[in-house]
């Protein structure tokens, strides 16, 4: 390919290589770092806690560098996760040549390297987050000849001192522009970096929340993604969480990827987005309509959603957010255009080609292709969720749709096309079943299904029986009714949990 390909592409490395990250190979790394004077490697990776750890490198020569790249480097496993034990807690972790990005915040010129973590006899760790979402996703693909894509859209809330100049209208946030907003710049630096380190931005904008109290403001924010395969996906978030977080410190103001910030406000939610995939074509719809695959997958996902709040809702606070009646999804159903659903399919460009030149009377008609543009959302995680964890078990229940004998009898059982919430239809409300209403139920609904996501040797024993004690060791099962009205216990929650994920 010629130059003029990526002359304008965002990722330096890319740039400056003349080819897409997929086919960055160890030589290609290598010299980016000696043509670009860079003089250090961050090895990256993400722990039990969700976080992107660190393991940097100062570069000796070019015999070191080598060595660093072609051998990875020992980590201790047990500091890491909790369902590792210290006596054989030794693991590797090696780095994956196609994430390699240009540090954008780094004094002296670096590259960062996202990498996998591997076990004592050099296979892929059985129990790494990572490793179990490849696992899911390619026993979708043997099973059923569907893959999936995946993109995510992060809420967040920025926490500053207040501002008296252009008061924003509490909870009118969305798509609000500054002043009335006072941190677009910084969701727009960071969305610039973010697209710097490889990700693939669909844009970004302010959304509904924001309120203040005597010494703070508050404002909510999102970021989406675009479609891609499920690797690319979830290491697009963890990027984009910690990119946020650089920014803001270096804004000198706060930023929180929290479910819950305070009773009565807008909470942040993390939806995930899909597509299934056949042949490299999107099947999400069929003449214009919810294609059968998709609606198998969608019954399969809400057949186990219950199960999935453990590794999606994976805090107290998330369970302040999921409260019926208001809008994130508590019942398990899905619609189209419907919000109140736990699956929602939203606007698909269907027989919507020729806005464009409708509103623009010099352009000439265009015959453009939106199949690609379809997709269905799974409404419920938030900023705790275990990335790795919730996308492989939603490749557990797409596979797990096209197990059931009833799916397209349970998907037409759950669709719904009405106000949920409307009086006249509380009938067909009590009819469909419930996400947990705490960490404590979330656990019990994942063990009652373990079997579901241990199929196929996905999941493994020692990982659920971790996320289960994880989850019942905060005793939250009667939290939310015992802390209602009680705003400052509520807050010492909130601020325990601030920093999730």
């Known amino acids: 390919m010629s130059n003029k ?71 201790d496993g047990s500091s890491l996760f909790g369902f590792l034990e210290a006596g054989s807690s030794d693991l590797y972790v090696v780095p994956r040549f196609n994430t390699a990005f240009l540090n954008p915040f780094a004094e002296i010129p670096t590259v960062d390297i996202l990498c996998s973590y591997y076990d004592k006899d050099g296979s892929p760790l059985p129990s790494s987050p990572e490793n179990i979402m490849r696992k899911a996703h390619q026993a979708l693909i043997d099973k059923t000849g569907y893959g999936l894509d995946v993109m995510g859209e992060i809420e967040y809330y920025i926490i500053s001192e ?26 727009i ?31 909510q924010n999102e970021i ?79 057949d186990i959603a219950p199960a999935l709040s453990a590794f999606g809702n994976t805090l107290p606070t998330s369970y302040f957010r999921l409260v019926p009646h208001q809008e994130a999804p508590t019942n398990v159903c899905w619609g189209e255009r419907n919000r109140s659903a736990l699956i929602r399919v939203p606007l698909g460009w269907v027989g919507a080609t020729d806005m464009v030149k409708k509103e623009n009377s010099l352009e000439k008609e265009q015959n453009l292709d939106f199949s690609d ?82 199929q196929h040797a996905v999941f493994t024993d020692r990982l659920i029986e971790g996320v289960v004690n994880k989850l019942e060791g905060y005793n939250d099962e009667n939290l939310r009714e015992k802390l209602e009205g009680n705003h400052e216990e509520t807050m010492k929650l909130v601020r325990k949990f601030l920093h999730c994920g």
């Open 5 to 75: 390909n990526f002359s304008m592409h965002v990722n330096p490395l890319v740039r400056y290589l003349e080819k897409p990250s997929s086919d960055f190979t160890k030589k290609d790394i290598i010299k980016y770092i000696e043509d670009n004077s860079i003089r250090v490697v961050n090895f990256r990776y993400v722990g039990g806690d969700g976080r992107l750890k660190a393991l940097n490198f100062v570069i000796q020569n070019k015999e070191h560098l080598e060595n660093i790249l072609s051998t990875g480097e020992r980590v």
């Open 162 to 187: 207040k501002d008296e100049l252009y008061e924003a209208t509490d909870q009118k946030g969305y798509h609000e522009s500054a002043p009335f907003v006072k941190w677009e710049q910084l969701r």
């Open 189 to 219: 630096d960071a969305q610039h970096a973010i697209a710097q380190c490889g990700a693939d931005i669909k844009y970004s904008h302010s959304e509904v929340g924001n309120f203040s109290d005597e010494e703070h403001e508050y404002e």
């Open 224 to 302: 989406e993604f675009l479609p891609t395969n499920v690797q690319s996906a979830a290491d697009q978030l963890v990027i984009a969480k910690w990119v946020l977080r650089e920014v803001a410190y270096r804004y000198g103001v706060t930023v929180s990827f929290a479910p819950k910030i305070t009773a009565g406000k807008a909470g942040s939610g993390m939806h995930i987005h899909m597509r299934p995939m056949k042949d490299g074509k999107n099947v999400t719809l069929e003449n214009g309509q919810i294609s059968e695959p998709s609606r198998k997958i969608i019954a399969g996902i809400l």
């Open 373 to 454: 543009k379809p997709t269905f959302e799974f409404r419920c995680p938030d900023g705790s969720a275990d990335i790795y964890l919730l996308i492989a078990g939603l490749c557990v229940g797409a596979r797990h749709g096209f197990e059931m004998d009833n799916a397209l009898e349970f998907a037409k059982k759950t669709y719904i096309d009405v106000n949920i919430f409307a009086e006249e239809h509380k009938k067909r409300q009590d009819e469909l079943a419930q996400l947990p209403y705490s960490c404590k139920k979330a656990a019990s609904y994942l063990r009652q299904q373990a079997d579901i996501f241990k």
